[in-house]
T-cell receptor
Framework: SQQGEEDPQALSIQEGENATMNCSYK?????LQWYRQNSGRGLVHLIL?????REKHSGRLRVTLDTSKKSSSLLITASRAADTASYFC???????????FGTGTQLKVEL | EPEVTQTPSHQVTQMGQEVILRCVPI?????FYWYRQILGQKVEFLVS????????KSEIFDDQFSVERPDGSNFTLKIRSTKLEDSAMYFC??????????FGPGTRLTVL
């Protein structure tokens, strides 16, 4: 798989349910960031987790990082229709801080 | 809350023409980036800029591309002679040094 592959590619849930998205990567990283993108719009930064951290919370978001498995997960609890968007992980492998983005998970939260 | 802004939101140009995409990063940020996203594809890194010089660039960022920080607030991406395959959404991002990159809303470039 390529650096930053999310799964599932698409996820459809009911409002109030939790949504879990996963990201796998191939190289060692300094940090991993999650972004949200509404259709045709810009990227909104959600959360950053450093390579020495295992879990981080921000509001309804919970991110985990397992560097031994080179994977991360994003959990959105009590989802809302407004959470409908594409979610991307992006890794910073060092050397200039450039981010390498994954393919994204399209989340649809239905009323 | 401070945010990255970009202008124009949409640019239509003829193949071979020059375009300049403009960005105003968050004011106390030190690192600046350009990324692009071709429709339906991943966001791709183009170039990073720090201390008034390019710190890293991708293979995409060839001689047709250039970046500049002409004053204390603007950060521009110039494409000298646009090609059809340059059609994409171009995102500017800035970072304070705390590692989180904040993105602008993007400029949709359409090359005809």
């Amino acid at each position: 798989s390529q650096q930053g592959e999310e799964d599932p590619q698409a996820l459809s849930i009911q409002e109030g349910e939790n949504a879990t998205m996963n990201c796998s990567y191939k190289t060692s990283i300094n940090n991993l960031q999650w972004y949200r993108q509404n259709s045709g719009r810009g990227l909104v930064h959600l959360i950053l987790i450093r390579s020495n951290e295992r879990e981080k919370h921000s509001g309804r978001l919970r991110v985990t990082l397992d560097t031994s498995k080179k994977s991360s997960s994003l959990l959105i609890t009590a989802s809302r229709a407004a959470d409908t968007a594409s979610y991307f992980c992006a890794t910073d492998a060092g050397g200039g801080n450039k981010l390498t983005f994954g393919t994204g998970t399209q989340l649809k939260v239905e009323l | 809350e401070p945010e990255v802004t970009q202008t124009p939101s949409h640019q239509v140009t003829q193949m071979g023409q020059e375009v300049i995409l403009r960005c105003v990063p968050i004011s106390n940020h030190l690192y600046f980036y350009w990324y692009r996203q071709i429709l339906g594809q991943k966001v791709e890194f183009l170039v990073s800029f720090y201390n008034n010089e390019i710190s890293e660039k991708s293979e995409i960022f060839d001689d047709q591309f250039s970046v500049e920080r002409p004053d204390g607030s603007n950060f521009t991406l110039k494409i000298r002679s646009t090609k059809l395959e340059d059609s994409a959404m171009y995102f500017c991002a800035s970072e304070a040094g705390g590692l989180a990159q904040y993105f602008g809303p993007g400029t949709r470039l359409t090359v005809l």
